[in-house]
């Protein structure tokens, strides 16, 4: 029952965002137990899909979102620096919004 919701109008649609969700709470959960994490896209890339699916036998009718690596890291590295700056501009016409973000 919860499948035919699922995969229901217009729910369908969504399922890049489901699955990515899922994905983050796997990279979030890992990283609580210390283990390294590497989240690899693969949709909708067909040369990263064609040989992942050959790799792991995966049929045509199921279509893998990414691959997540997950172990014990080598060494541990400091995180990157990251600045993100939002600008708002807005009249009654339109509204421009404008992001950076800086590695």
């Known amino acids: ?23 983050e709470n796997i990279l979030i ?5 210390g283990l390294g994490t590497l989240w690899i896209g693969l949709y909708p890339i067909p040369s990263k899909l064609k040989p992942v699916r050959k790799a792991l036998d995966i049929p045509e009718y199921v279509i893998p979102l990414n691959v997540i690596y997950i172990g014990y890291a080598d060494e541990r590295k ?8 939002i600008n708002i501009h807005y009249s009654p016409t339109n509204i421009i919004l404008q992001i950076r973000l800086r590695i």
Do not use: H
Request: charged share 20%.
């Open 78 to 85: 400091k995180p990157r620096k990251k600045t993100l700056s």
């Open 29 to 33: 959960a890992a990283m609580g137990l």
């Open 1 to 23: 029952m919860l499948l035919n919701y699922a995969f229901s109008e217009p729910s369908r649609d969504y399922w890049i965002q489901d699955c990515s969700a899922a994905t």
